[in-house]
């Protein structure tokens, strides 16, 4: 994905950070936000793992810092659960004006609460996701028991959350203890998926169940298992984002049109960053990944380009011998192409390798043709695989590659 740093202003004209993630191709179908845990930012690994799974899916998602936390700028024990409402209130409006408005909120922890709480003023929202969010935004109280009755009697209360020191006012528990989320999340005229795991030792269980019998269907479930609150393993990050991405295109109007058409022909972007091997591809509108296996210091997270080059040699000839057959109304069931890649010496392979010295690349091709034709017609199509186009364009010296190098800004 790519990423743009960015800054708004939110309803107190104070400064936020925000990050705006994009596809490879940077061409989201849609837009999406996200809402951080209490106290953390945009800039926890986990959120970063999830968001990268829902651009590679086609999200454009846009994570930002709450006020007073992680880069936004302001005093956190100026804060409350609706502030924090009112700064996604205004994310959404930046989104609004600068690219289009978000379809899609979702929510980690307490910023799954917001989201649930912020979705019936945001009328572009057609989905809400929460990922280990409690049912009532009181649950917090917790983190901060034992200075819950100084804060009452002083006002205010400094308290260690997570190792770090924050300041909280007894106007934030008035705030929190207002909130009723019963009604709000019942009035809620949305898609809801509620992910949560059954092993969540800060935001128990419990919580997603209250959430679910309060929502109105549409609403979904899935279990996160074995993943902890904080989504700490890249695994559940991914698997989190992938799914919901999944869920949310349901109830998101996906345009029909070629996402990829670009001057008559198909566009595909690739992108790397410095996370070893794993290569985000956008190929058309359709998101694909490619690796190294990990004996080569890759994640094996993906196919490895060649293994994509042989793969677009079997599907050419597999869809240009369903097209032969169709044309011919020739009794074929179904095509199965098995492929091997190797490189071996011109003088080991047997095959026309010409004059050619050294290695060379031999593709191991087998054709299973399933259905009632006969050898006549079988024969035939052996014929037609090799004027599939990928076939020619690898056998006939076909390709020709003109490279030029892109000047990008420097993101500030």
């Not at 179908?29 to 209490?38: D, E, I, S």
Request: hydrophobic share 40%; aromatic share 6%; glycine share 8%.
């Amino acid at each position: 994905m790519s990423t743009h740093r960015i800054r708004f202003q939110n309803d107190r004209g104070i400064e936020l950070a925000a990050h705006l993630d994009l596809p490879a191709d940077g061409r989201p179908y849609a837009y999406a936000l996200f809402a951080h845990c209490f106290t953390c930012s945009k800039n926890l690994k986990a959120v970063g793992h999830l968001t990268r799974a829902m651009t590679r899916a086609g999200y454009g998602v846009l994570r930002f810092d709450f006020t007073g936390l992680g880069q936004s700028k302001g005093d956190f024990s100026d804060t409350d659960f609706s502030s924090n409402i009112g700064d996604l209130e205004s994310a959404a409006a930046w989104l609004a004006a600068e690219y289009e408005a978000p379809r899609l909120l979702v929510g980690h922890s307490l910023g799954g609460a917001a989201v649930l709480h912020a979705a019936q003023r945001l009328p572009s929202i057609r989905a809400v996701a929460t990922v280990g969010a409690p049912y009532d935004p009181a649950h917090v109280r917790h983190l901060f028991s034992e200075s819950e009755e100084e804060i009452r009697a002083s006002g205010k209360a400094n308290v260690s959350i997570g190792g770090r020191p924050f300041t909280i006012r007894k106007e934030f528990l008035d705030d929190l203890e207002a909130q009723d989320p019963e009604r709000v999340i019942g009035d809620l005229d949305v898609a809801i998926l509620i992910m949560h795991s059954p092993v969540d030792s800060i935001v128990g269980i419990d919580n997603a169940a209250l959430i679910y019998k309060a929502a109105k269907h549409p609403k979904s479930f899935v279990s996160l298992d074995s993943a902890d609150h904080l989504l700490s393993k890249e695994d559940d990050a991914l698997y989190a984002g992938g799914v919901l991405s999944a869920w949310s295109r349901r109830y998101i109007e996906v345009p029909t049109e070629e996402a990829g058409a670009a001057h008559g022909h198909r566009h595909v972007t690739v992108a790397l960053d410095a996370s070893r091997y794993r290569t985000e591809i956008v190929a058309g509108g359709h998101a694909l990944v490619a690796d190294e296996p990990e004996s080569v210091g890759g994640t094996n997270r993906g196919p490895s380009p060649y293994d994509l080059l042989v793969a677009g040699l079997g599907a050419c000839t597999a869809i240009t011998l369903r097209m032969y057959a169709d044309r011919k109304k020739w009794p074929l069931d179904d095509v199965r192409v098995h492929l091997v890649h190797d490189k071996v010496h011109a003088e080991d392979c047997d095959c026309d390798a010409g004059d050619r010295m050294g290695k060379i690349d031999l593709v191991e091709r087998e054709i299973e043709l399933l259905g009632e034709l006969t050898d006549d017609q079988r024969n035939r199509l052996l014929e037609i695989a090799d004027r599939c186009p990928v076939h020619r364009s690898l056998t006939e010296g076909q390709v020709v590659v003109k490279t030029t190098l892109k000047t990008s800004p420097v993101e500030a």
